[in-house]
C-alpha cells in the first residue's frame, strides 16, 4: 500500500512554470512505477507522463513533450512534474498514481492500471 499527496499546484499566467510534487508514504516506494494524471472540468483524465520504477524509462502525453519533465527522489519518497510554458489548455486537476510494474522498460499510460491515487492538485493557466 503506498498513499500520495500532491502539492504544488496554482495560479499562473501562460508562459510561466510550476513545479509539481507528489510525496508517498507507505513501504517500497522505489519499487513503484509512478505517473501523473489530469483532468479538466468534463473531461476524461488523461495520461501526461510517468517514470518506471528504476527512472530509467519515462514516458510523455504529445501535448506536454518537451514541455514537462517527470522525475523521482527516491530518498524522499517523492514524484516531481516540472511543468514549463504552460499554455491555458493545461488547465486541470493533476493526479499522481502509482503501481507495481515490474518491467522498468515500459511507460503503463492507462489510468485504469494504476490502483494508488492522490487527491489532486488544482494547476490554473491564465491566457
Known amino acids: 500500500q503506498v498513499q500520495l499527496v500532491e502539492s504544488g499546484g496554482g495560479l499562473v499566467q501562460a508562459g510561466g512554470s510550476l513545479r509539481l510534487s507528489c510525496a508517498a508514504s507507505g513501504r517500497s516506494f522505489r519499487s513503484y512505477a509512478l505517473a501523473w494524471f489530469r483532468q479538466a472540468p468534463g473531461n476524461e483524465r488523461e495520461f501526461v507522463a510517468a517514470?518506471?520504477?528504476?527512472?530509467?524509462?519515462?514516458g510523455y502525453a504529445d501535448s506536454v513533450k518537451g514541455r514537462f519533465t517527470i522525475s523521482r527522489d527516491n530518498a524522499k519518497n517523492t514524484v516531481y512534474l516540472q511543468m514549463n510554458s504552460l499554455k491555458p489548455e493545461d488547465t486541470a486537476v493533476y493526479y499522481c498514481?502509482?503501481?507495481?510494474?515490474?518491467?522498468?522498460?515500459?511507460?503503463?499510460?492507462?489510468?485504469?492500471?494504476?490502483?494508488?491515487w492522490g487527491q489532486g492538485t488544482q494547476v490554473t493557466v491564465s491566457s
Open positions: 517514470i518506471s520504477w528504476s527512472g530509467d524509462t519515462t
Open positions: 498514481a502509482a503501481e507495481r510494474i515490474i518491467l522498468s522498460s515500459v511507460v503503463v499510460r492507462s489510468a485504469a492500471d494504476y490502483h494508488f
